[in-house]
Each structure stands twice: as structure tokens, then as C-alpha cells.
């Protein structure tokens, strides 16, 4: 199992948040997403062999959600978006009725595909 980041996201989403969710944290997370755990989201950018996957994510930092896209035949789990869970913009509703939440995950979905084929990203071992 791996964790993928690609730079974008890890620019965009995770540094600013890194203080209160570890690289660990995010980890373990992503190694749930893939046991099965968390609400699979629907999107509209459809990447074949994948599906979307959010989970709620703790540490003693505070409460927050994670949106993984899962490549659940190569088991592997990129991170797309983080968030506070009291975010008011995307955190407390991260579902695709959400204007704000949809337009951030295209983004970020772009981002993600346009730095995997340019190979700007790294891998971490579940």
C-alpha cells in the first residue's frame, strides 16, 4: 500500500495544515480509505479505476476530513484535499451539492493529473 502527494496538493492542501495533521496521520487515513473505511463522493472529473473516497481525520491538533482518490487495484491512495473539519467554506460540507467543495476537488483533481504525468510527486510507504 502507498500514499501518494503530489506536489501541487502537498503545496496547496498540506503544508498549510502539516502542524496539525502529521505526513503519519494523513497515513493512517489513507491506509483506512483503503481497508474500505470512509463515504465514497461522487465527482464530476471521472478518472477511470478510481473512485473518491472522504474520511474523517483526528489528531491533537483537531478534527478534520481527507479526500483520497483511490487506485484500489495498484492499492494505492493520493491525497486530494485536506481540511479542518470547522472550515465553514468546504470542511464542514465536503459533498459535491457544495459549490465551493466541487469547483476546489476539479481543481485539485487537474492538478493531481497534470503533476502525475510530469512525475512530481511522492510516494510513502502504508
Do not use: C, H
Not at 474500505?36 to 478518472?47: A, H, Q, R, V, Y
Not at 484500489?72 to 491512495?77: G, N, P, R, Y
Not at 465551493?100 to 510516494?123: C, M, Q, Y
Amino acid at each position: 500500500m502507498k500514499l501518494i502527494i503530489t506536489t501541487s496538493i502537498k503545496k496547496a492542501e498540506f503544508e498549510s495544515l502539516s502542524k496539525t495533521f502529521s505526513l503519519d496521520a494523513v497515513k493512517i487515513a489513507a491506509k483506512k480509505t483503503l481497508q474500505g473505511l470512509g463515504e465514497n463522493i461522487k465527482s464530476s472529473t471521472k478518472i477511470s479505476g478510481t473512485v473518491l473516497r472522504k474520511i474523517y481525520l483526528t489528531s491533537t491538533g483537531g478534527a478534520g476530513r481527507a479526500v483520497f482518490l483511490l487506485q484500489i487495484s495498484s492499492v494505492k491512495s493520493v491525497l486530494v484535499m485536506i481540511r479542518l473539519k470547522n472550515d465553514k467554506q468546504i470542511g464542514a460540507n465536503m459533498t459535491v451539492k457544495n459549490p465551493k467543495f466541487k469547483k476546489a476537488l476539479d481543481k485539485n483533481l487537474d492538478s493531481i493529473l497534470t503533476d502525475w504525468e510530469n512525475g512530481d510527486f511522492e510516494e510513502y510507504e502504508l
